[in-house]
């Protein structure tokens, strides 16, 4: 039979064995993993943590003990450094927050055996930081210069806003991504990228119908089961929380009601309030078979327009540049774009 200590190791060391913590081993194969608070000539007093908010302290008699391995100084610091690499669509705050942490773990440990390994992170951290600084982006974990950026800026720009859609309903985050969706669609729908997307972005109308469906569905018996919570509880205890209800809905019909008078398309329903929910349905039903029935125009290509336009300009080609203009007009490029590419014709000389 093993013995509590031995079972309290084996429990305990796939949760919390980490690389950062002293080690102790004893001489009956038991090994702890935690920290070395103190020792005396007998013994080792250890913190080992049960749970995220519980620890324990163990007592263990350098009799019993085969080995220790102690935390080096900096193993803490370096495990906690993002060397993970920097995502997309981060701006150069991120990137200047990231690259201080690294040169903070270098100057607190210069002797370390991980600053390579940091200094080679943050060098990488520093030449993106210069790219973004430039008028660059990170894309799908690829750096686009400014100079390759302006070249396809609307297709480029279409990418980025189609990532933040995605990012938002991944986090569920469903009236963002819609409402960026409706901005995706005014200004990009000619775009290689919009086109693209489609299958996803109708995946995105199909998650949330089928969270405000069952919502929706569910409205009764969340209703009931909150009344009979409600009801076991203390007198005090339930005008409480049904204060606290009260403020929530209160303050949740607020915002919906302002977004509603704001004109925003996409509003957040309070989960308790059926008749917001059943009116997001009926728009989403709505908005979905309008969306099924999208005539997309594969004659105007917006992205192409740009980049064909931007060469154009760039090769001081005065023809080019005119017909190229004509077509980014009937490309229906938002206005925006035609007014930066009026502006670089006329920097170069040209006839816009």
């Known amino acids: 039979m093993k013995s509590r200590s031995t079972l309290t190791a084996l ?3 796939p949760l919390f064995g980490v690389a950062s913590a002293d080690t102790i081993r004893l001489k009956n194969g038991t090994t702890y ?64 927050e990231r690259i201080a942490k690294m040169y903070g773990f270098l100057k607190a440990h210069p002797q370390s055996t991980h600053v390579p390994e940091v200094k080679k992170v943050t060098a990488q951290l520093e030449q993106e930081q210069s790219v973004i600084e ?12 400014a100079a390759d950026r302006q070249k396809d800026a609307v297709e480029i720009d279409a990418k980025i806003l189609a990532a933040k859609i995605h990012n938002a309903a991944k986090a569920r985050a469903y009236v963002s991504a819609l409402r960026q969706l409706g901005e995706f669609e005014k200004d990009f729908s000619n775009t290689d990228t919009f086109r693209d997307s489609l299958p996803t972005l109708r995946q995105i109308f199909q998650n949330y119908r089928t969270q405000i469906a069952t919502a929706v569905t569910s409205y009764p018996q969340r209703v009931k089961d909150r009344d009979v919570g409600l009801s076991q509880m203390k007198p005090e205890d339930r005008v409480n929380t049904e204060r606290a209800l009260a403020e929530e809905s209160k303050a949740v019909k607020a915002r919906y009601d302002a977004d509603k008078k704001a004109g925003l398309k996409w509003l957040t329903p309070d989960q308790w309030d059926k008749s917001a929910l059943d009116e997001t349905l009926r728009y989403l039903d709505q908005e979905i078979r309008r969306f099924d029935n999208l005539k997309i125009d594969t004659e105007r290509n917006s992205g192409k327009a740009w980049r064909d336009a931007w060469s154009a300009i760039q090769n001081h080609d005065q023809q080019a540049t ?26 170069a000389g040209l006839k816009p």
């Open 322 to 347: 005119t017909d190229a203009l004509k077509a980014a007009r009937a490309a229906k490029l938002p206005a925006r774009y035609l007014t930066q590419l009026e502006d670089a014709a006329k920097a």
């Open 134 to 145: 430039a008028g660059g982006v990170k894309l799908h974990d690829k750096m686009i210069s």
């Open 11 to 13: 429990v305990l060391l």
């Open 33 to 96: 993993q935690g920290k070395i608070l103190k020792e005396d000539p007998e013994q080792y007093v250890f913190e080992v943590q049960i749970t995220k908010s519980i620890k324990d302290e163990k007592r263990i008699p350098k009799a019993d003990v085969a080995s220790v391995e102690r935390e080096l100084p900096d193993q803490k610091a370096f495990s906690q450094l993002p060397l993970e690499p920097a995502g997309d669509l981060l701006d150069a705050g991120d990137y200047q």
